[in-house]
């Protein structure tokens, strides 16, 4: 059993690395439909190189056994508490959508006045809007929001849906306006259409919906597969107005 789910761990990797790496179609079926001789091949001609080994067998048993990988790191950050350990310790947690206990290691390194609070503060906004926590979410973007990495971020489109749920809908268009980039941001702009709809705005609804739609005529391959799901939305939303 231990020896499929490594088979499944490998296969799952490589096709995560043609992915990633835009490499060639033939890859895929290589990989997909030779399960063993497959994933072989192509990590031994694409991945594989001594420095990288030891890297690529822990991302490996990551994925077969994530909790392997927090116990791993919780026993380091006993033997040396650091700021760097408890937030590896803390992402690890987030893979593992384990939210409150990610919470606690983030705010942890908050006490740390030595080390710049950003990234901290930026994983707490995602992991409170997880939790659906909006008063926690909008607590710690107010935080960061005259950061410049903040503007057109993930975390400022989650600090906009958390104003809309804590009902200050004036604020939260302010955020969520800020996320309408052209050929970019198809599912946060989608939200911001839903949101024009929920307060009978439909004409900027539409307009908006409509720019998404002439937008995706122009998408890559990679792009049309990854947004497949928010286009067809938006074709049905039109479809209704």
Known sequence: ????????AIQGYCLYHIYKNRKPYYWYFLVFFIPIVGPIIYFITNIYNKRDAEKIQNEIVSIINPTKRIRDLEKTLEFSDTYAN????????????????????????????DQNDLYARQRLVLCYFQLEDYVG??????KIINKSLFKGSKQQFCYGLALRELGQVDKAEEQLKQIDRPYSNY?????????????SRVSEAKELLEEISSESGHMTKPNRRIYKNTVNEVERLLKTL
């Not at 959508?97 to 606690?104: E, F, Q």
């Not at 599912?187 to 307060?199: D, I, P, Q, V």
Request: net charge negative.
């Open 86 to 113: 408890r937030i590896a310790l803390a992402d690890a947690y987030v893979d593992n959508g384990d939210m409150p206990n990610a919470i606690h290691n983030y705010k942890h390194t908050l006490n740390d006045i």
């Open 187 to 199: 599912n946060e702009r989608l939200e911001l259409a839903k949101f024009y709809l929920a307060n």
């Open 137 to 142: 979410v909008a607590e710690c973007a107010e």
């Open 1 to 8: 059993m231990i020896r499929y789910y490594l088979v499944i």
